[in-house]
């Protein structure tokens, strides 16, 4: 019996099709992100994003439908995917709800904001009211998780009575507000010549130090 050359598939070497076909869309939803955030939704175009992950155009709507659905893969992949841990995190939390927070914060940067897919914040922002089906998506897949996940974890400190809130739905923003800050000063003007720039670690801690303790001095504090 011959012995399989390279291009012979074994159960150990799977065929360089094989390998190329399940390849595909992550390549495709790499390049897909890159183009998103460069260019923006609208002006990203399948054919370019085709031609980066070096297939054809008809082979990506063999994956994808259309722009919409591979705009879902993309964050699917890039940002819901982390819904499930993070989620696993809180329930096996066992530390102060200050920490938690501190923890989200920072979680939050390290999985999403550091990447390429911090970029699609602004893109959203910019681009979000031109595209009803996309938002909807993004508003059920992502805002609506995340809202969930940080009203479990101030609902946690309200009832270990360690923080005292007056009111949860708009308390939730709050934790969001500073990192959509970060993220937009990252792709807008974080990105020119005279940038202003920030620490991502510094710019965090002190949120947190601000969100947890308020701007107004504690009477034990002040001597009163």
Same mark, same amino acid.
């Given at each position: 019996?011959?012995?399989?050359?390279?291009? *012979?598939?074994? $159960?150990?070497?799977?065929?360089?099709?094989?390998? &190329? @076909?399940?390849?595909?869309?992550?390549?495709? =939803?790499?390049?897909?992100? $890159?183009?998103?955030?460069?260019?923006? #939704?609208?002006?990203?175009?399948?054919?370019?994003?085709?031609? &980066? %992950?070096?297939?054809? @155009?008809? *082979?990506?709507?063999?994956?994808?439908?259309?722009?919409?659905?591979?705009? @879902?893969?993309?964050?699917? +992949?890039?940002?819901?995917?982390?819904?499930?841990?993070?989620?696993?995190?809180?329930?096996?939390?066992?530390?102060?709800?200050?920490?938690? /927070? !501190?923890?989200?914060?920072?979680?939050?940067?390290?999985?999403?904001?550091?990447? &390429?897919?911090?970029?699609?914040? @602004?893109?959203?922002?910019?681009?979000?009211?031109?595209?009803?089906?996309?938002?909807?998506?993004?508003?059920?897949? /992502?805002?609506?998780?995340? +809202?969930?996940?940080?009203? !479990?974890?101030?609902?946690?400190?309200? %009832?270990?009575?360690?923080?005292?809130?007056?009111? =949860?739905?708009?308390?939730?923003?709050?934790?969001?507000?500073?990192?959509? #800050?970060?993220?937009? +000063?990252? +792709?807008?003007?974080?990105?020119?010549?005279?940038?202003?720039?920030?620490?991502?670690?510094?710019?965090? %801690?002190?949120?947190?130090?601000?969100?947890?303790?308020?701007?107004? /001095?504690?009477?034990?504090?002040?001597?009163?």
């Amino acid at each position: 019996m011959p012995s399989p050359t390279p291009d *012979t598939p074994t $159960d150990e070497q799977p065929s360089r099709r094989g390998r &190329r @076909k399940e390849a595909r869309p992550g390549e495709l =939803i790499e390049a897909a992100l $890159d183009l998103f955030v460069e260019k923006g #939704f609208a002006a990203a175009r399948v054919e370019e994003i085709a031609a &980066r %992950a070096g297939v054809s @155009k008809g *082979t990506l709507f063999l994956y994808y439908g259309s722009k919409e659905e591979l705009f @879902k893969a993309v964050v699917r +992949h890039s940002i819901i995917d982390c819904f499930a841990e993070w989620n696993e995190q809180f329930e096996a939390w066992q530390g102060s709800s200050a920490e938690l /927070v !501190r923890m989200c914060l920072n979680a939050w940067w390290d999985r999403i904001g550091t990447t &390429r897919a911090s970029g699609i914040t @602004k893109l959203m922002f910019s681009e979000a009211q031109n595209f009803p089906d996309v938002v909807a998506f993004y508003e059920r897949e /992502v805002i609506a998780p995340c +809202h969930s996940l940080l009203r !479990r974890v101030l609902e946690r400190g309200l %009832a270990r009575g360690e923080f005292a809130i007056a009111d =949860i739905d708009y308390a939730i923003y709050t934790l969001v507000a500073p990192m959509i #800050f970060l993220v937009l +000063h990252k +792709h807008s003007l974080g990105c020119g010549a005279g940038r202003m720039p920030i620490d991502p670690q510094r710019y965090i %801690a002190a949120q947190a130090v601000t969100l947890l303790r308020g701007l107004c /001095v504690r009477p034990a504090e002040s001597g009163q």
